[in-house]
């Protein structure tokens, strides 16, 4: 008499040498995944004519469903009478069958042995790896590299933790691919457009507790000067005049020189982070305007004045940020259209209070005689606009479909600033006189 091993590897050879029940076991197996017990049916509707024979002949009569209890109770009314279903689909396809549910728990289990593993190997990115282990939807790089490429991964996030570990003091700073030479001995390692860069960003948003659009150059660089590491420190400069700044040693004698004659400078962010204070070289205000040509043509006024050149890099937001911490007040024009209403939109909830929208009203708009035509795509960036200063303009904006830009409101600008240099040179000799009143007279 055959042993149950013996009679089950014979149903096996029996079935894979019928052409016609690959496919049926297939489904059968799924089944089996799918409700963790032998059960359910199988629809025959696509199944080929010859498959269809096969299980037509094994069941005595045509079939359109097949119930899995059905063919176990068949397949006991064969000569391989005493061999089960679960145990014939075991031997068939050579490996044990695992309810879906089972697997999907047993495979949690690995994934948080896996990340336990790297928390007790890393303590420096421990907060950061529970996170990503326990929001896997938040980190889905991450847990897409995991079934990817598990042992690189692995190495990948160590390399990173000991980045979080080695960070720069706070109030000093490291050039990026310095700092991934110190870190792993290749000046390259945390490039931000390979993996291991992308981890890296991952991990420093993570412990900023702020959100980042990391799709955005600058906002990228923000966050990685905020933890002392600087990607391009030359070619990112801002452009400004009538500004004074002190470092560590005092009175920065180029910001002072430049104010004395009245002279532009474009700073690069190497000197803007070694600066401890900027202020306007007078008065309170600062005037920001978006476009380099009309900072040029407002620059003979010798008034405190900065340019973002059309963009709001990283080395102008730091010099913003310390105007703003002196205590100067800044105002803001720039273009109607969906990039400078976003520009400044980004300024207004950046700066609160101590930023005035300068020129942004629809009135304003319609004096820079919209002309140029917007794209649907342009006017869907209009969609973020969240300062409800702004969406009047917004509303206009969107209406027109045409964009006016800020060359064309110049003379109101300029006017603007006359009288702000006007009423600074009233103040002045209001306090002159009253300084010179309060001296003893001479008898």
Not at 257 to 263: L, P, Q, R, V, Y
Not at 351 to 362: D, I
Request: net charge negative.
């Amino acid at each position: 008499m055959k042993s149950l091993p013996e009679l089950a590897a014979e149903a096996v050879q029996f079935f894979r040498g019928e052409a016609g029940f690959h496919r049926l076991f297939c489904e059968m197996k799924k089944k089996y995944e799918s409700l963790g017990r032998i059960g359910g049916t199988i629809s025959l509707a696509s199944f080929t004519k010859e498959e269809k024979e096969a299980i037509a002949v094994f069941f005595g009569k045509e079939m359109t469903r097949v119930s899995l209890q059905a063919f176990a109770k068949q397949l006991d009314k064969t000569r391989f009478a005493g061999v089960s279903l679960e145990e014939l689909l075991v031997h068939y396809f050579g490996e044990p069958l695992v309810a879906n549910k089972e697997r999907r728990e047993a495979e949690q289990q690995e994934k948080a042995a896996f990340f336990q593993r790297l928390i007790a190997a890393c303590p420096s990115g421990a907060e950061w790896l529970t996170a990503a282990l326990e929001h896997p939807n938040k980190y889905r790089l991450l847990h897409q590299a995991y079934a990817q490429q598990r042992e690189e991964l692995y190495a990948s996030l160590c390399m990173v933790c000991e980045a979080i570990r080695q960070l720069p003091e706070k109030g000093t700073y490291e050039r990026l691919p310095l700092f991934a030479q110190k870190v792993t001995g290749d000046p390259h390692a945390f490039d931000l457009h390979t993996f291991q860069g992308k981890l890296l960003l991952s991990a420093l948003e993570f412990y900023s507790r702020k959100k980042y659009q990391l799709s955005s150059v600058e906002e990228v660089n923000e966050l990685l000067q905020s933890f002392g590491i600087l990607r391009e420190d030359i070619l990112n400069f801002v452009t400004c005049a009538g500004i004074l700044a002190e470092t560590k040693e005092g009175i920065h004698p180029v910001f002072s020189a430049a104010c004395e004659t009245n002279m532009a400078l474009n700073v690069p962010l190497r000197e803007i982070v070694g600066l401890k204070r900027a202020y306007p070289s007078k008065g309170t205000i600062v005037f920001v305007v978006e476009n380099a040509g009309v900072f040029s043509e407002l620059l003979d006024e010798a008034m405190p004045i900065v340019s973002t050149n059309g963009q709001l890099n990283l080395a102008t937001m730091l010099l913003l940020d310390s105007l703003v911490e002196s205590g100067a007040r800044l105002y803001y024009s720039g273009d109607f259209d969906p990039e400078g209403l976003k520009m400044a939109d980004r300024l207004a909830g950046r700066y609160g209070e101590n930023l005035s929208l300068w020129h942004f009203t629809r009135e304003d708009y319609f004096t820079s005689m919209p002309s140029v035509p917007l794209s649907e795509e342009r006017l869907a960036k209009l969609q973020s606009i969240s300062s409800s200063e702004l969406q009047p303009v917004k509303q206009e904006i969107e209406r027109c479909k045409k964009a006016g830009y800020q060359e064309a409101i110049l003379l109101m600008l300029r006017e603007d600033i006359e009288k702000e240099k006007t009423n600074l040179k009233m103040k002045i000799d209001i306090d002159i006189h009253d300084t010179k009143n309060a001296l003893p007279s001479e008898e």
